[in-house]
């Protein structure tokens, strides 16, 4: 089983509700913890994890020989990214715009156009207390997250169990990162922005066809618009954490939940039970 934890925003709470999990099914089950949340990762924060290996994220980009290069602009037309350009007798590479697609290459009529890898990022792995663990880290002022989140998913698959710890919001490294889940755990906070971007992460993951529930983090914080929120959809509320200055002592210090308290590892252990409840009513995600 493959289970998300993501948010609609940062903040939530999404990387103490991720690594608690793993933690609490590690003693009983094959675990993966995968941080696919590449661009700012700080499962290793909390998991500790003695790292073995280290692999460099690359994508093909464009390299063109002048001496082949009619200047057609047939690789400018078909480059959706706007990464390539053709100015008269001059041709012009943007590589951070690439998106390594390789049609410039495939489609230029005169054989002008090879490729060379370009590095976007890091994958590093290894295992902190019995779990499996693997992050990526973008780099820095790369715009491109998705293919280093495509090499962290590679890891984990020999687990029963993986969770992936996604990053915040809607856009495309969330999309890519939830992609192939049995699962989506929503992390919020009853405020109304942690409502409004909940209502938007929710959209997204009904649109891959994923269920989903919800942990709401900091209870007694704001309103109860979240919780009707969440009964009017019909979206199981499947762990509640209250606002406790001992739980944020233990998050500032880099100190997992469970670890910190360990009377938490049972309702960790209930909200698993609850989350393969709901994915065998549905009979399985198939879209792996």
């Not at 999990?21 to 590690?26: D, K, M, Q």
């Not at 590093?124 to 019995?130: F, L, P, R, S, T």
């Not at 790369?142 to 169990?161: C, L, Q, T």
């Not at 209870?219 to 200055?245: F, H, M, N, S, V």
Request: aromatic content about 6%.
């Amino acid at each position: 089983m493959i289970i998300a934890v993501a948010s609609g925003k940062g903040g939530t709470g999404k990387t103490l509700v991720a690594t608690s999990l793993a933690l609490s099914l590690a003693g009983e089950h094959r675990v993966s913890f995968l941080d696919c949340d590449v661009e700012e990762p700080n499962g290793h924060v909390f998991l500790k994890p003695n790292l073995t290996g280290r692999e460099a994220v690359t994508i093909p980009v464009p390299k063109v020989a002048d001496d082949k290069c009619n200047y057609c602009g047939k690789c400018a037309q078909v480059c959706a990214y706007n990464a390539i350009a053709v100015l008269g007798d001059h041709v012009m590479t943007f590589p951070q715009l690439c998106h390594g697609c390789g049609a410039c290459s495939y489609l230029c009529p005169k054989g002008a156009i090879s490729e060379e890898p370009r590095e976007t990022g890091v994958v590093e792995w290894g295992e902190a207390d019995g779990i499996s663990f693997a992050h990526g880290v973008l780099n820095v002022g790369e715009a491109m997250a998705p293919p280093v989140i495509r090499k962290v998913k590679e890891h984990g698959r020999d687990s029963e169990i993986t969770v992936r710890d996604i990053p915040p919001g809607t856009s495309c490294p969330v999309v890519e990162a939830i992609k192939g889940c049995d699962f989506c755990l929503l992390v919020t906070e009853p405020t109304p922005f942690g409502l409004n971007d909940l209502a938007l992460a929710v959209a997204t993951v009904r649109e891959m066809g994923i269920p989903c529930g919800v942990v709401l983090n900091r209870a007694g914080l704001g309103d109860t618009k979240t919780e009707a929120y969440c009964r009017r959809e019909k979206i199981p509320i499947l762990l509640t954490i209250p606002l406790d200055t001992e739980i944020a002592r233990l998050y500032a210090g880099g100190t997992a939940l469970v670890a910190g308290m360990p009377r938490w590892r049972d309702k960790f252990l209930k909200l698993f039970e609850r989350i393969r409840e709901l994915v065998d009513e549905r009979g399985g995600n198939t879209q792996r």
